[in-house]
């Protein structure tokens, strides 16, 4: 299984960007996808999760509002479209996957992980 994140980059505060992985060597529609995000030192925080055919999406709190998941099972991708950054935002961001019904909204709760991507905003 990877996932291979993209999308990462440097942005100035109030801008964004597009976040995006893409699936292989699994059968998309099994699983539940989320994003997470990481600073040195700070544990995994949840960011946006989406249910296997997308009628069901949670955010964390501190996203909500700005930030907007989704899936394409033609090209087994979910995007994570930021918009409205701030410098808080900063952090390396990763994908990940959950086999069943149930959103990945903890660390313990995911089956794969994607290498992060870094977003940086400056303020």
């Known amino acids: 299984v990877q996932l291979q994140a993209s999308g990462g980059g440097l942005v100035q505060a109030g801008g964004s960007l597009r976040l995006s992985c893409a699936a292989s060597g699994l059968t998309f529609s099994r699983y539940c996808m989320g994003w997470f995000r990481q600073a040195p030192g700070k544990e995994h925080e949840f960011v946006a999760g989406i249910s296997r055919f997308g009628n069901s999406i949670i955010y964390g709190d501190s996203v909500r509002g700005r930030f907007t998941i989704s899936r394409d099972h033609t090209t087994n991708t979910v995007h994570l479209q930021m918009n409205s950054l701030k410098p808080e935002d900063t952090d390396a961001y990763y994908c990940?996957?959950?086999?069943?019904?149930?959103?990945?909204?903890?660390?313990?709760?995911?089956?794969?992980w994607g290498k992060g991507t870094l977003v940086t905003v400056s303020s």
């Open positions: 990940a996957a959950k086999l069943g019904a149930t959103i990945p909204s903890s660390y313990s709760g995911v089956d794969y």
